[in-house]
């Protein structure tokens, strides 16, 4: 499956960002990249990534989500990964990103702790 990235204004300056498919390295995980980087650009410092749709990512999606934190912090924001699978949330865990890549339960319990 191609991945497919929607993006959702919920106020200024802070948007949910909702993934379908695998993040790993290639054409889509690049597009996705570039979408990230407007929304920040854009004047979207809080982002919550909606990784409900993911089933699996790879080192270069990982890459990818650890980058746009960084930029997000770099903006006065912050990134929150919400509806994290057990197997993602394991790779995130067992890199040790999690400090890095924050997860909630929820969409509302993300944009919840970005308040």
Do not use: W
């Not at 949910?16 to 390295?25: C, D, H």
């Not at 889509?28 to 990230?36: E, G, I, K, M």
């Amino acid at each position: 499956m191609i991945l497919q990235v929607e993006f959702e204004e919920i106020k200024p300056g802070t948007a949910v960002v909702s993934f379908t498919g695998a993040l790993t390295l290639g054409t889509s995980l690049h597009t996705a990249d570039q979408r990230l980087q407007q929304a920040l650009e854009g004047g979207f410092p809080k982002l919550v990534l909606n990784m409900a749709g993911v089933p699996y990512i790879d080192s270069a999606g990982l890459g990818a989500l650890i980058h746009t934190s960084g930029l997000a912090k770099e903006n006065g924001g912050e990134l929150r990964l919400c509806g994290v699978s057990e197997r993602v949330a394991a790779l995130i865990k067992m890199t040790r990103t999690d400090n890095l890549l924050p997860m909630d339960i929820d969409v509302e319990a993300s944009l919840a702790a970005l308040a």
